[in-house]
Nanobody
């Protein structure tokens, strides 16, 4: 079994910063792409940013220039540095990892989510 756990969410004022972390643990043979997604109440879940095993990144237009995704392969961890936060960034943020687990196949794993609230 693979566990994916997010941390770092919280309440922050507009213009502030937060750093989210997501660590995968368990029987892991390798991890391909990791990413962050978010979902606000009444909205569809949307992609925020992804990063490949080789470090190639992709960002939603709404967060380009403000968010930075990175990873530490040795720790099976992905990060999301969020700067210049806006109220519209308020959402539950979910981590996703494409993991080659003990079955030998790649599978998508999701974390439980961490709440980010941007408000004065």
């Amino acid at each position: 079994q693979v566990h994916v756990v997010e941390s770092g969410g919280g309440l922050v004022q507009p213009g502030g910063s937060l750093r989210l972390s997501c660590a995968a643990s368990g029987v892991i043979l390798s991890i391909r792409t990791m990413g962050w997604y978010r979902q606000a109440p009444g909205k569809q879940r949307e992609l925020v940013a992804t990063i490949t095993s080789g470090g190639v990144t992709n960002y939603a237009d709404s967060v380009k220039g403000r968010f930075t995704i990175s990873r530490d392969n040795a720790k099976n961890t992905v990060y999301l540095q969020m700067n210049s936060l806006k109220p519209e960034d308020t959402a539950t943020y979910y981590c996703n990892a494409a993991v080659r687990d003990g079955s030998g196949s790649y599978r998508q794993y999701w974390g439980q989510g961490t709440q980010v609230t941007v408000s004065s």
